[in-house]
């Protein structure tokens, strides 16, 4: 079975936990795939190794477009930006090409584009105030009696 993973925010915040997961997954067979924005530089290897996480593949959001060439990737500030849609899109994209069966990520703007993979949306504690602001909207969205 596949697995995906996103960095920022998952594995580089509960390092332990994802540590054990992803080391248990890769010993029976599984494929890990570690799906981030980020290119892969000696930092983010370093980010990796220092969390523990195993895993048997990587995709780079950027870097798959810059090879790609159809769109074009800015950097900002050591950051890579690009056409907002065509960035969310990508990692469902992704995981829908190479079967992956659920994928575990802090950021709820890609979850609509999910379909046929379990998209998980763990809460990142630096990200409190967004939190906090989905907690106050859910109760508006709960059905009425009719």
Known sequence: MKFGFDIHGVVDTHCDVYAAITSALVSAGHEVHVITG?????ELDATLKKAGVRYTHFFSIAQYHMDKGEHEVQWVDGDPWMD??????????????EGIRLIID???VYGKYFE????????????????DTLAELLPRFRARPQ
Do not use: G
């Open 38 to 42: 980020a290119v892969m530089s000696p």
């Open 84 to 97: 907002e849609e065509i960035w969310n899109r990508t990692k469902a994209e992704y995981c829908r090409t």
């Open 106 to 108: 802090d950021s709820p």
């Open 116 to 131: 046929d993979t379990i998209y998980l949306l763990q809460k990142d504690p630096r990200r409190s105030a967004f939190w």
